[in-house]
């Protein structure tokens, strides 16, 4: 991630705890607290950056009107951050007041075919103001943390919201020293008499992005614990190919032991023998470089669609790669086999008898190793999608089908009102009067409400009235009254907000179970909570308790919520359509929304679509173990294949013999199978309680998990016994079913 930026790594981000227990925050320290970079010799630059979500702002141009992402950044956002124009001036453009960037995406969604440069867009935030487009960007690369579709200069209007400062430090910096000079910056602020300042380096975001709030300031975040477990499947796909390998290289040396042994008496020594073999597998490593690269260019758009990345590396780089792990594979395949074989004598060589007795050295260990891994990642997968599926369609305490999000209005700003603006203002109050009427009465709309869905809290700082405590980062959510019928939520003590007599931004919550767990609450009556930033006298009164729903990640019980009742017009709808009339109901609200906003594109989102978005790492997890068992288990399955091909051709002769004394077919298949599903049966009992163990840690990991089953094993067990005769029986029904004639012939 972020690795374009030629600086990246001396790139860090402002970042706040409000107070010991409240999770990390971005911050504008230049704003709050009038911080001077050019005070510490060690910073070189400094930029700030505020981000506004989709939704927030509105671009519109002629007739079209879009609502994108974008940044609001001081003119050396170039300077640090290396993202590039293809239009304009990345020293100069952020100085013009009155200038908007936008990426070619945009440009092309709002322009279309037409050049954008020189054409004038109203933006309407908090305030409204024409730009002329004079810079086109490209579009961020995917491995980007920050994502926009547009670039306003910070000093190009008045902008009602704080951002972040991000610095570029010099060789000098050490982050630990710098975090001490600065710890104390915030206690000049009253909100932040008892906060600590820090930094965190941009490539570390990633991982941590979950620990900064604002957590939409970065579109995107990773998960170290997957990372790893990939490596481990890598890690045992590697070693069964290995083990693959070798066990062939010692069936192809046992194949031409006398060939090899004649070269040695005729002269040739080591050197020569190992020169020659350096060049059969040299030129394997070549083909299946070729091979390789050729399907990865295939396979790539696939996987940029499933990962939703657009990976395009260089061409030496895929080779290079290729090279590296085939190499690595090969020389770690040979090392065994060459031992074995140079050990031999050459007598032995030319009498055929490397591998006394008919036994392949090794052969019971590489079955038995590769079918446990195989086992493993087996189970592993069943696992995987049992727990998925639970989490899909587990119970979260709150009505979640046929519900749709959608923003119906804009935000609107009127600092100065002329007669013009509060004839607008006053329109707008008619369409959301009409709109919340129409909602009310249509046949296909079962309820609605205001504000934000269950699964988007947001966070700030509370902390219960008259506690010795200190304030604690935790989840609110901003609702309607109506909220609590639209998702069945369930009092347990006290009343939800009521139309009729509260007021909105009053100083009323409504929290869960949790909320009252943690903070040990009795009487919720004599109970006030405080805000570190909405502190009010007397704080807030508790008005209710809600039962506890899921609004989280299943891997987490539920956690505390505070609900506070605001009333806003650009708050989302949040609408339930009822059974079977979500096509009507649909087609309903989009003609709402164009009356309201004509020549803006209608946008919505299923509740049930967004949290089937908070497994999508589960979902492809589950994926790719089953993609990569699949091909664990055909890489077991080729080398148990040759290794059963060879033991029926070393058995050629003896199969002769006992079917000419009247032995059966099945008497022949028993005998030649049973060795094949004795060692399958090992791998299993070995496999087991490894992949048990495995398992039940990554299970920890949820609040709410799946059972390890019996049946989970036995399948497992069963899937692996189906492969393996499949595989062996092939070859055992074809010499068990051959002449005998030929067969004593053969030999």
Same mark, same amino acid.
């Given at each position: 991630?972020?690795?374009?930026?030629?600086r990246?790594?001396?790139?860090?981000?402002?970042?706040?705890?409000?107070?010991?227990?409240?999770?990390?925050?971005?911050?504008?320290?230049?704003?709050?607290?009038?911080?001077?970079?050019?005070?510490?010799?060690?910073?070189?630059?400094?930029?700030?950056?505020?981000?506004?979500?989709?939704?927030?702002?509105?671009?519109?141009?002629?007739?079209?009107?879009?609502?994108?992402?974008?940044?609001?950044?001081?003119?050396?956002?170039?300077?640090?951050?290396?993202?590039?124009?293809?239009t304009?001036?990345?020293?100069?453009?952020?100085?013009?007041?009155?200038?908007?960037?936008?990426?070619?995406?945009?440009?092309?969604?709002?322009?279309?075919?037409?050049?954008?440069?020189?054409?004038?867009?109203?933006?309407?935030?908090?305030?409204?103001?024409?730009?002329?487009?004079?810079?086109?960007a490209?579009?961020?690369?995917?491995?980007?943390?920050?994502?926009?579709?547009?670039?306003?200069?910070?000093?190009?209007?008045?902008?009602?919201?704080?951002?972040?400062n991000?610095?570029?430090?010099?060789?000098?910096?050490?982050?630990?020293?710098?975090?001490?000079?600065?710890?104390?910056?915030?206690?000049?602020?009253?909100?932040?008499?008892?906060?600590?300042?820090?930094?965190?380096?941009?490539?570390?975001?990633?991982?941590?992005?979950?620990?900064?709030?604002?957590?939409?300031?970065?579109?995107?975040?990773?998960?170290?614990?997957?990372?790893?477990v990939?490596?481990?499947?890598?890690?045992?796909?590697?070693?069964?190919?290995?083990?693959?390998f070798?066990?062939?290289?010692?069936?192809?040396?046992n194949?031409?032991?006398?060939?090899?042994?004649?070269?040695?008496?005729?002269?040739?020594?080591?050197?020569?023998?190992?020169?020659?073999?350096?060049?059969?597998?040299?030129?394997?490593i070549?083909?299946?470089?070729?091979?390789?690269?050729?399907?990865?260019?295939?396979?790539?758009?696939?996987?940029?669609h499933?990962?939703?990345?657009?990976?395009?590396?260089?061409?030496?780089?895929?080779?290079?790669?290729?090279?590296?792990?085939?190499?690595?594979?090969?020389?770690?395949?040979?090392?065994?086999?060459?031992?074995?074989y140079?050990?031999?004598?050459?007598?032995?060589s030319?009498?055929?008898?490397?591998?006394?007795?008919?036994?392949?050295?090794?052969?019971?260990?590489?079955?038995i190793?590769?079918?446990?891994?195989?086992?493993?990642?087996?189970?592993?997968?069943?696992?995987?999608?049992?727990?998925?599926?639970?989490?899909?369609?587990?119970?979260?305490?709150?009505?979640?089908?046929?519900?749709?999000?959608?923003?119906?209005?804009?935000?609107?700003?009127?600092?100065?009102?002329?007669?013009?603006?509060?004839?607008?203002?006053? *329109?707008?109050?008619e369409?959301y009067?009409?709109?919340?009427?129409?909602?009310?009465?249509?046949?296909?709309?079962?309820?609605?409400?205001?504000?934000?869905?269950?699964?988007?809290?947001?966070?700030?700082?509370?902390?219960?009235?008259?506690?010795?405590?200190?304030?604690?980062?935790?989840?609110?959510?901003?609702?309607?009254?109506?909220?609590?019928?639209?998702?069945?939520?369930?009092?347990?003590?006290?009343?939800?907000?009521?139309?009729?007599?509260?007021?909105?931004?009053?100083?009323?919550?409504?929290?869960?179970?949790?909320?009252?767990?943690?903070?040990?609450i009795?009487?919720?009556?004599?109970t006030?909570?405080l805000?570190?930033?909405?502190?009010?006298?007397?704080g807030?009164?508790?008005?209710?308790?809600?039962?506890?729903?899921?609004?989280?990640?299943?891997?987490v019980?539920?956690?505390?919520?505070?609900?506070?009742?605001?009333?806003?017009?650009?708050?989302?709808?949040l609408?339930?359509?009822?059974?079977?009339?979500?096509?009507?109901g649909?087609?309903?609200?989009?003609?709402?929304?164009?009356?309201?906003n004509?020549?803006e594109?209608f946008?919505?989102?299923?509740?049930?679509?967004?949290?089937?978005?908070?497994?999508q790492?589960?979902?492809?997890?589950?994926?790719?173990?089953?993609?990569?068992?699949?091909?664990?288990?055909?890489?077991?399955?080729?080398?148990?294949?040759?290794?059963?091909?060879?033991?029926?051709r070393?058995?050629t002769? *003896?199969?002769?013999?006992?079917?000419?004394?009247?032995?059966?077919?099945?008497?022949?298949?028993?005998?030649?199978?049973?060795?094949?599903?004795?060692?399958?049966?090992?791998?299993?009992?070995?496999a087991?309680?490894?992949?048990?163990?495995?398992?039940?840690?990554?299970?920890?990991?949820?609040?709410?998990?799946t059972?390890?089953?019996?049946?989970?094993?036995?399948?497992?067990?069963?899937?692996?016994?189906?492969?393996?005769?499949?595989?062996?029986?092939?070859?055992s029904?074809?010499?068990?079913?051959?002449?005998?004639?030929?067969?004593?012939?053969?030999?």
């Open positions: 991630m972020d690795d374009f930026h030629h990246g790594k001396d790139i860090y981000l402002m970042t706040i705890q409000a107070s010991p227990e409240s999770r990390k925050e971005i911050i504008d320290a230049s704003l709050f607290f009038k911080f001077d970079f050019k005070k510490y010799p060690e910073i070189k630059n400094l930029v700030g950056v505020k981000k506004y979500q989709k939704g927030e702002v509105k671009l519109t141009f002629d007739e079209t009107s879009l609502s994108p992402e974008g940044i609001i950044a001081d003119s050396t956002f170039f300077d640090i951050f290396d993202f590039r124009l293809v304009g001036d990345e020293k100069t453009i952020l100085k013009d007041p009155n200038a908007v960037v936008l990426t070619e995406d945009f440009a092309r969604k709002l322009f279309g075919n037409e050049d954008p440069v020189g054409k004038m867009v109203k933006i309407i935030s908090n305030f409204e103001k024409n730009f002329e487009v004079k810079g086109i490209e579009n961020p690369p995917s491995n980007s943390s920050l994502t926009f579709d547009f670039i306003l200069a910070g000093h190009s209007g008045d902008f009602s919201r704080s951002g972040g991000f610095l570029l430090v010099n060789n000098n910096f050490v982050k630990s020293d710098f975090a001490l000079k600065i710890k104390d910056l915030g206690h000049c602020h009253p909100q932040f008499k008892n906060s600590r300042m820090d930094v965190v380096a941009l490539e570390d975001i990633y991982f941590d992005k979950g620990s900064l709030e604002p957590d939409d300031f970065f579109s995107k975040k990773g998960d170290k614990r997957s990372i790893q990939l490596f481990i499947i890598i890690g045992i796909i590697f070693v069964i190919t290995v083990l693959n070798s066990n062939l290289q010692i069936i192809s040396i194949s031409t032991v006398k060939n090899i042994g004649i070269k040695r008496i005729s002269g040739a020594g080591i050197r020569q023998l190992l020169y020659q073999k350096f060049h059969e597998l040299s030129m394997l070549f083909i299946s470089v070729v091979l390789l690269t050729s399907a990865f260019k295939l396979v790539l758009p696939w996987f940029n499933f990962a939703g990345v657009k990976l395009s590396p260089e061409l030496w780089k895929i080779i290079l790669l290729n090279f590296s792990v085939l190499s690595a594979l090969v020389i770690a395949a040979i090392i065994y086999p060459s031992i074995v140079l050990r031999v004598p050459i007598t032995s030319l009498k055929d008898q490397i591998f006394r007795g008919n036994k392949l050295v090794g052969r019971k260990a590489v079955v190793v590769q079918f446990a891994l195989s086992f493993v990642l087996l189970i592993a997968s069943v696992v995987v999608v049992k727990q998925l599926h639970l989490m899909l369609t587990k119970e979260l305490g709150f009505e979640t089908e046929n519900i749709v999000r959608s923003k119906l209005f804009h935000r609107q700003y009127f600092r100065d009102p002329s007669q013009e603006q509060m004839k607008i203002w006053e *329109e707008v109050q369409n009067q009409y709109v919340k009427e129409e909602l009310s009465s249509h046949n296909s709309v079962e309820a609605y409400s205001q504000g934000l869905p269950p699964i988007q809290p947001f966070t700030m700082p509370w902390k219960i009235k008259n506690n010795e405590g200190d304030y604690v980062t935790e989840n609110a959510l901003v609702v309607t009254p109506d909220y609590k019928d639209l998702f069945g939520l369930q009092m347990v003590e006290g009343r939800f907000f009521r139309k009729d007599t509260d007021k909105d931004r009053a100083n009323l919550v409504v929290i869960n179970e949790a909320a009252k767990k943690y903070w040990n009795i009487d919720i009556s004599n006030r909570i805000n570190k930033y909405w502190e009010g006298e007397n807030f009164e508790i008005i209710g308790v809600v039962k506890d729903f899921n609004y989280e990640h299943l891997s019980k539920p956690q505390p919520l505070i609900m506070l009742f605001f009333d806003d017009i650009d708050a989302d709808f609408i339930k359509f009822k059974e079977g009339a979500g096509q009507t649909l087609a309903f609200v989009q003609q709402l929304f164009s009356k309201c004509p020549g594109t946008s919505y989102t299923f509740l049930s679509d967004d949290i089937e978005v908070l497994y790492k589960e979902k492809r997890l589950s994926q790719i173990y089953i993609l990569f068992t699949i091909a664990a288990f055909l890489i077991s399955a080729t080398g148990l294949f040759a290794i059963a091909l060879y033991d029926t070393k058995r002769k *003896e199969i002769g013999v006992r079917k000419v004394n009247g032995a059966k077919v099945s008497e022949i298949l028993t005998m030649l199978n049973k060795n094949f599903i004795k060692w399958v049966a090992v791998a299993f009992l070995i087991t309680p490894v992949a048990y163990y495995a398992m039940y840690k990554w299970l920890e990991n949820f609040a709410y998990k059972t390890l089953s019996w049946w989970i094993f036995a399948l497992a067990g069963l899937l692996a016994l189906v492969v393996a005769l499949l595989t062996v029986s092939w070859q029904w074809k010499a068990a079913t051959r002449n005998p004639v030929e067969a004593l012939r053969y030999e």
